[in-house]
């Protein structure tokens, strides 16, 4: 009896230890399930000075994470609302106007990198107040607005030499 109890506690062994020997994970960055690897901690250095830039409501700041070729078709196959490069500092600078109050968190889920491209894959929480625009005269032509936005989301960057910048998702 002694000796099958024995052969019975050395077959289950490898299966009570496997859990603990055969589940060592990978360091991941703080606060995320990415691998920290140098790579990963360049692509969400670039897409968290866009979201502090943001926040601080410098578009200037947003604009130096953006790469020359970026291209953004907002969800959307209507070609009036795709936005270049050429006109994002314009479009930055407006809309940063309008924005009287901003609260902006970025949990970064997944980061995916082919050679120089990378896709990052994130869960956008967000809430911004936007100031009335009034006319020459004072008319309000629109009311100010409070807007919440919670939704994944989907930024794409190339590397650029060493660094990394958004083509894609701003």
């Known amino acids: 009896m002694r000796l099958r109890l024995t052969r019975l506690a050395l077959c289950l062994l490898p299966l009570v230890a496997m859990p603990i020997v055969g589940c060592k994970k990978e360091p991941t960055i703080p606060g995320t399930e990415i691998p920290d690897t140098e790579v990963n901690r360049d692509i969400l250095a670039v897409l ?9 409501r410098d578009a200037a700041g947003v604009l130096a994470t953006a790469h020359p070729t970026y291209y953004d078709t907002a969800g959307t196959d209507d070609p009036g609302d795709d936005l270049e490069y050429t006109e994002l500092g314009v479009v930055l600078r407006e809309r940063m106007a309008q924005l009287e109050s901003v609260r902006f968190t970025i949990d970064y889920l997944e980061i995916s990198v082919i050679k120089d491209r990378a896709t990052v894959r ?4 967000a809430s911004f107040r936007l100031q009335p625009i009034a006319d020459e005269v004072g008319a ?3 009311d100010g607005s ?7 989301a989907m930024f794409e960057l ?8 958004i083509t894609r998702g701003l």
């Open 158 to 165: 190339i590397r650029d030499g060493r660094a990394w910048r």
């Open 48 to 56: 968290e000075r866009y979201r502090t830039a943001f926040v601080r």
């Open 122 to 125: 994130a869960w956008i929480d």
């Open 146 to 152: 409070h807007t919440r936005k919670q939704d994944h």
């Open 140 to 142: 309000v032509e629109v």
